[in-house]
């Protein structure tokens, strides 16, 4: 349940609540706004039944949260959430975040060529894997602690903020190290011991949806990590398994606004594992910006033929710098702004 405050509460009133909800084994977390503060309790409510919360000195109303998460959920913060990622990119807000780059690490080189024009054409943070999970284990397993390497020299190159998966609890530190968000993929969406130590972990999550996962699936894992003590999540819709075949998954469309009603967190769209197709990636990432996503999480790689993985799906820098310059309009129609590319005419 939510104890929503008295716009004039004082700070002697919010703690006597606190501890009234606390002394009966709940926990709270406070959201605060500028004109209300929020005290969302979790645990046992039915202890809750003997305090006379609704008579509190400052208590304005209390409202029952029926869903099963509570900290993902939409009541229990006063705002949206505004995640941070390094010094200066934002996910959340006015602005479309657009976070680009190759499937895969593969070499100094094709990391630094594509961060350049990923950021040149508009892109505040940089993706790009070193620990991949691939559904074959001959395939191209990433390049590690090596990729890790590159991907911090990278970043002082160019100034974007990195972004990369974490496949193991026992490489959580060492990504922690080296990225500035730490991405969960589809496959460990579940992964609740991963999750937990996430939520130890001093950095922001992407989480992604994973591919046969609901959208209460989706938020009951952000909610293991919130749990465990790290709020700062982006969700990502990348696509789910339906009976269709044309495309590599299905785009959840309606999985935007419905994650948009029923938590604070900002969510992101991956048109390119959804579609599993280059020319797909522009339709999708439209469709992802009119539907209410708060950013974009899109495959680069200097030479998509050549790719070590998801070459299909993977722009070239050309055609990344011309979705971006399309995108502005769809963002402009939605209520959105973009990203000032770096160099462009203000
Ligand atoms: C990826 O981002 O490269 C990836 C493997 O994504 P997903 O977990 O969504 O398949
Ligand atoms: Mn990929």
């Given at each position: 349940m939510i104890i929503i405050t008295r716009p004039d509460i004082s700070d002697d009133e919010l703690d006597h609540i606190r501890e009234r909800v606390e002394s009966a084994g709940l926990h709270t977390h406070l959201s605060r706004g500028e004109h209300r503060t929020i005290i969302g309790c979790i645990g046992d409510?039915?202890?809750?039944?003997?305090?006379p919360l609704r008579t509190l000195?400052?208590?304005e109303s209390v409202v029952p949260?029926?869903?099963?998460y509570k900290r993902a959920?939409?009541?229990?913060?006063?705002d949206r959430t505004v995640v941070q990622i390094g010094a200066g990119a934002t996910i959340g807000g006015k602005s479309i975040a657009m976070i680009a780059g190759?499937?895969?690490?593969?070499n100094r080189e094709m990391l630094h060529e594509t961060a350049v024009a990923v950021r040149d054409a508009g892109a505040t943070v940089l993706r790009g894997g070193a620990f991949k999970p691939r559904s074959?284990?001959?395939?191209?397993?990433g390049l590690g602690r090596e990729a890790l390497r590159l991907l911090v020299e990278v970043r002082a190159a160019t100034g974007l903020p990195v972004v990369t998966e974490v496949l193991d609890t026992r490489d959580v530190d060492l990504v922690a190290e080296h990225a500035d968000m730490l991405q969960v993929g589809a496959r460990n969406m579940q992964n609740f011991a991963l999750l937990a130590e996430l939520g130890r972990a001093k950095r922001p999550i992407l989480l992604k949806r994973g591919m046969s996962a609901t959208i209460t699936e989706l938020l009951m894992a952000a909610e293991y990590i919130m749990a465990n003590g790290n709020d700062a999540i982006v969700l990502c819709e990348r696509g789910i398994r339906t009976?269709?075949?044309?495309?590599?998954?299905?785009?959840?469309?309606?999985?935007i606004p419905v994650l948009k009603r029923e938590t604070h967190l900002p969510v992101i769209v991956d048109p390119s594992h959804a579609g599993g197709d280059a020319s797909l990636v522009g339709p999708l990432s439209f469709a992802g910006i009119a539907a209410g996503a708060d950013g974009l999480i899109v495959e680069v790689h200097p030479d998509p033929e050549s790719a070590l993985s998801d070459g299909d799906q993977s722009l070239a820098p050309s055609a990344f710098a011309a979705l971006m310059d399309r995108l502005s309009a769809f963002a402009v129609a939605a209520g959105r702004t973009v990203a000032v590319p770096a160099g462009a005419p203000a």
């Open positions: 409510e039915s202890r809750l039944q003997e305090l000195p400052g208590v949260v029926l869903k099963p959920s939409r009541e229990f913060s006063v190759p499937c895969s690490v593969e074959s284990p001959y395939s191209f397993q009976f269709e075949r044309a495309t590599r998954n299905t785009l959840d469309v309606s999985a």
